[in-house]
């Protein structure tokens, strides 16, 4: 489906989005040092409040770490279901008021303001928005708005927390000189550490580096970067119901009954989707396995899961939902996986189930992937020899 690209555009952020929805279910955490994610050494800080950013607390960063820097922070192991809870209901306040918005991810929104001055003055209508939202949900949340999504979501960041600022298109260069290259979104530490070393660490500084030059360092990459620097951003408002489920099936040349073979199937199959979650930035809430038999009779059964991108997940609770669905050991026609209730922001959220070690081994596995196609690397338990 092809989309317009947007002249004016509102961009929502809900605040420590994690710890908000952790004090609204216990006030005793108000103005409390709170890190959420795993509770063992192995484990890494997947949101933190400001209170503990103060102690030089960052998302990502080791549990263990946190702890040391901040012995007296309350640690909560993180409650899927009730952020999406939340989230969902931040949603239907943005649904019935927005003519069209994106869900980017679990706690942040785009909207599509333009042409909506003729009739409402768009600014005042968004802090409207914005007051509505903390209203009917208590949560505390930022506004940015500018010309595209990349500007307003980097002025969310500077009108954090909970306040809001518009960006107008005259002074979008002066706005963004001054601050760090890592501040622009889609820059990561890999690239922001390359352009240090090269002595560029202000958008000021790569805004005045032509071109040609970025695109002979980076390549295609380049040319972003390019744009980025100087605000520029051609990416539509994506309806949040364009994609709502990712899937996949096979159909056997022959119908079979080996066990091993169907489970090897599944297996590679589930690693497939969950590649294609990560390099969308998304997750899945809800696995569907598909079994159709040699009769044609075709029978599914699905189950709720924690958020998430991860092969292992995915792979164990397809072969649990097979052991289940498969009862009547009868020849197999066909096997289908279908992942569904998918949101962005992966990274964050996998932080409360993955360790660092986890994370950094899904990202080299994928730029194989990215690199020389899916079919480069995979899991031994998918291969089956015959």
């Known amino acids: 489906m092809l989309h317009e690209i947007p002249e004016q555009v509102a961009h929502l952020d809900l605040d ?45 960063m080791p549990m263990k770490l946190a702890k040391r820097l901040c012995p007296e922070a309350i ?47 768009s600014w005042k209508w968004a802090g409207e928005l914005r007051e509505l939202i903390r209203r009917e949900t208590g949560l505390p949340l930022s506004l940015g708005m500018s010309v595209n999504k990349l500007v307003a979501k980097v002025a969310t960041g500077e009108a954090k927390p909970n306040g809001q600022l518009q960006v107008a298109s005259p002074i979008i260069l002066d706005f963004l000189s001054p601050m760090p290259v890592r501040k622009l979104p889609y820059i990561g530490p890999k690239t922001s550490h390359e352009l240090a070393m090269m002595g560029v660490r202000r958008v000021a500084i790569l805004q005045q580096i032509p071109k040609e030059i970025l695109e002979h360092i980076y390549g295609k990459h380049g040319h972003l970067l390019w744009q980025r620097a100087r605000g520029i951003d051609h990416s539509p408002i994506v309806p949040s119901h364009d994609t709502q489920s990712l899937s996949t099936e096979q159909t056997f040349e022959t119908d079979i009954m080996d066990i091993v073979r169907l489970k090897a199937c599944l297996t590679r199959m589930a690693s497939k989707l969950a590649y294609r979650l990560r390099s969308s930035q998304r997750l899945c809430n809800c696995i569907t396995v598909k079994i159709r038999y040699a009769n044609f009779d075709t029978h599914t059964r699905q189950l709720r899961i924690p958020l998430s991108a991860q092969d292992g997940l995915l792979i164990e609770k397809a072969l649990l939902l097979f052991d289940k669905l498969y ?50 690397i995979g899991r031994g338990s998918g291969i089956v020899r015959v």
Do not use: N, W
Request: charged share 30%; glycine share 8%.
């Open 16 to 60: 420590t989005f994690f710890v908000s929805v952790e004090r609204l279910r216990d006030s005793r955490l108000e103005g409390k040092p709170i890190l959420v994610g795993g509770k063992s050494d192995r484990a890494v800080v997947a949101a933190c409040s400001y209170e503990a950013r103060r102690f030089g607390i960052r998302s990502a």
């Open 75 to 121: 640690c909560i192991s993180g409650d899927f279901e009730a952020y999406m809870q939340y989230s969902d209901l931040v949603t239907e306040v943005i649904a019935e008021k927005a003519p069209l918005y994106e869900k980017a991810s679990i706690d942040e929104f785009y909207l599509d303001m333009t042409g909506m001055d003729r009739f409402h003055g």
């Open 327 to 376: 009862e009547r050991r009868i020849r197999i026609r066909l096997l289908g996986i279908r992942l569904s209730g998918l949101v962005h922001g992966s990274y964050q959220l996998s932080l409360l189930e993955d360790t660092p070690q986890q994370v950094a081994l899904y990202q080299a596995v994928d730029a194989l992937k990215d690199r020389f196609g899916e079919g480069v």
